[in-house]
Each structure stands twice: as structure tokens, then as C-alpha cells.
């Protein structure tokens, strides 16, 4: 009896879920540090708010999904569009993100090299934006946004005085993670 060949078809997904769980439970190590009488702060006018970008951090992951399960979307649809959630306390905050954080994780452990190399293509009002093959969207447009608006988020932590946590290394309120 000969020993089945190793999973291949899914190898994009491997090699990235371990980038994924560590960039996820950093982003909701910060999350985790909002106070609720701090979701109306912002940092100069033009800022969006500590509870809009802590919304923000919390639906990110949910464009994993979309990004895996569809092959485009359109952010400025001629009808309707997409309505986020509103939190205003940081357990709705962490009750988003935990839930969306284990979609995304599921999307990307069930699907295969095929689909991460499919293109998927951003839309606004029906007109082509760009396109790329999932797997770049997933790394630039949903990781990497996601690391982004978490650099922000550690930052308006510091202007509250509140501890901002260790990520990738030890931070000046924190020794090693």
C-alpha cells in the first residue's frame, strides 16, 4: 500500500495562515485596549474617529471572505451598497472582529491554489477599478490594510496614554509579546 501524496492544491492557503492568525490576534490585541468613553475621540478634525476605525479593524477581515467567495465587487453600487455595523463599546468591537476574523480564517483554509490565482476584480458603479488574482488582494488590499489602520489605531492609543501592546516586538509599554 503506497502512503497518499501530500496536499498540494492548497499550498498558497498554508503558506499564508500563519501570517494571517499572528497579524488577527495582533489586531485584536489592540482592539482589545479601547475604552468605551473613547469611541467620539479623534486626533485632528479630518481624522475619522477611535470608534470608526475600531469598526473599521473589525470588518476588515470580512473582505477576506468576499475576496475568496466572490469575483468582484462593487464599493459604489448604483443602489444600496454595503452597510457596516456600528459598535459602540469594545465588546460589539471584539463580538465583530472575533466573528469575522474566524470567517476569513475559514475562507482561506478551504480554498486552493486555483481560486488564490483567479482574478478578482474591484468595481465602482459598475466600472473596472482594477483587477488582481485573489491572493494579491488578500495580501495588499485586505493584510496589509488591515496592518495599515492597526498603526493608526496603536497610535491613537498612544495619544490617550493608553498602553499600546506589543506586536512584533517588545513596545515601549510592553516587554516581550
Known amino acids: ?10 499550498m498558497i492557503a498554508q503558506g499564508l495562515l ?8 495582533n489586531t485584536r490585541k489592540a482592539l482589545e485596549r479601547i475604552p468605551d468613553d473613547k469611541f467620539g475621540w479623534k486626533p485632528h478634525e479630518r481624522s475619522n474617529n477611535f470608534g470608526w476605525l475600531a469598526g ?3 470588518t476588515l477581515p470580512m473582505w477576506g471572505v468576499m475576496t475568496i467567495d466572490r469575483d468582484d465587487i462593487d464599493v459604489a453600487p448604483a443602489e444600496g451598497g454595503m452597510q457596516f455595523p456600528k459598535p459602540a ?7 465583530i472582529f472575533d466573528k469575522n476574523a474566524a470567517d476569513f480564517r475559514a475562507a482561506v483554509e478551504r480554498t486552493n491554489d486555483a481560486t488564490m490565482m483567479k482574478p478578482w476584480t474591484l468595481l465602482m458603479t459598475g466600472k473596472t477599478v482594477w483587477t488582481m488574482p485573489k491572493i494579491a ?4 488590499m485586505v493584510m496589509n490594510h488591515l496592518i495599515h489602520h492597526r498603526g ?3 497610535v491613537y492609543l498612544r ?3 493608553i498602553p499600546v501592546p506589543a506586536l512584533y516586538g517588545p513596545s515601549a ?3 516581550s509579546m
Not at 500500500?1 to 492548497?10: L, Q, V, Y
Not at 500563519?18 to 490576534?25: H, S, V
Not at 463599546?89 to 463580538?95: D, K, S
Request: with cysteine; hydrophobic share 35%.
Open 159 to 161: 495619544l490617550n496614554d
Open 1 to 10: 500500500m503506497s502512503t497518499p501524496a501530500p496536499e498540494t492544491g492548497n
Open 152 to 154: 493608526q489605531f496603536t
Open 137 to 140: 488582494v488578500l495580501r495588499g
Open 56 to 58: 473599521h479593524l473589525a
Open 89 to 95: 463599546t469594545c465588546e460589539e468591537v471584539l463580538a
Open 18 to 25: 500563519p501570517e494571517l492568525d499572528r497579524e488577527l490576534a
Open 173 to 175: 509599554d510592553e516587554g
